[in-house]
């Protein structure tokens, strides 16, 4: 279980204070035209009212769905390649060139072929998500069986473990947090995509929540949107910290022995 540190929790929460108090005085003395930036009562007062309205619920499940499935497949498919190009040098060195290819490209620059290929809506937003989020996984993935201590599958193979039994039990235990740190990255990238993906080739989900409003130049439900987002990726980031601790504690205990 970890523990809540008080003084954290604190500071974090006289930080946001500190920044909504500035940003208010700002506001109040005109110093920020509230008609580009809305003052923090009247956001306030916008996000109580969408929120009553249920209006953004529907969009909030649409991109939750979108990450969830194109995230699930980007990560397991980044996760099987991670593993086999790691094991396997013919295999490395056949798809290394297309990995590293395809890498740099933004998924952001394959939205006009998602479009092409999928139309627009789902499948070409899951699309775009699964692709940013292969990259961290697979990375993450990679790195973490070749920094694999020779000395733990020498040990398992001296006991008369076979293969099967050492990368379910030494393998795979010592990369977890590795593969944990891959999920935390391609999900906050998986966030990035889905909501641009959204601005420009969807009818629904927070990112056409967002660009509607800019269209009706509602401001302040812009930026009601964009604290959704936020709100929603400290959650997710929140649960994935939550592994990522226990597994860090795994690998520590492990090296030790």
Do not use: C
């Not at 980044?78 to 094991?87: E, K, P, R």
């Not at 977890?176 to 995509?193: A, D, E, F, H």
């Amino acid at each position: 279980m970890v523990m809540i540190n008080k003084k954290t929790i604190i500071l974090k929460v006289l930080s946001v204070l500190f920044v909504v108090i500035i940003w208010q005085i700002l506001s109040s003395s005109q110093i920020i035209n509230a008609h580009f930036i809305p003052p923090p009562l009247e956001i306030a007062k916008s996000f109580i009212l969408t929120i009553q309205s249920t209006e953004i619920f529907k969009d909030i499940y649409v991109s939750i769905s979108r990450v969830f499935v194109g995230f699930l497949m980007g990560a397991v498919i980044g996760l099987i390649f991670g593993v086999i190009t790691s094991y396997s040098a013919v295999l490395r060195y056949l798809l290394s060139i297309w990995i590293e290819f395809i890498r740099p490209i933004p998924p952001l620059a394959w939205i006009p072929l998602a479009i092409l290929w999928f139309g627009l809506g789902n499948k070409s937003a899951i699309f775009l998500v699964a692709l940013g989020s292969f990259f961290p996984v697979y990375s993450n993935t990679f790195e973490g069986v070749i920094a694999l201590p020779k000395k733990f599958v020498d040990t398992a193979k001296t006991l008369g473990a076979d293969s099967k039994l050492i990368f379910l039990e030494v393998v795979i235990p010592a990369i977890l947090p590795y593969i944990i740190t891959g999920l935390k990255i391609g999900l906050g990238v998986s966030w990035m995509i889905v909501v641009t993906a959204e601005l420009v080739g969807t009818t629904s989900g927070l990112g056409y929540f967002i660009q509607l409003n800019r269209i009706l130049l509602q401001v302040d439900k812009v930026i009601v949107g964009m604290i959704v987002i936020g709100l929603i990726g400290l959650v997710m980031n929140y649960f994935i910290s939550l592994l990522e601790k226990y597994f860090s504690h795994w690998k520590i205990i492990n090296t030790d022995l």
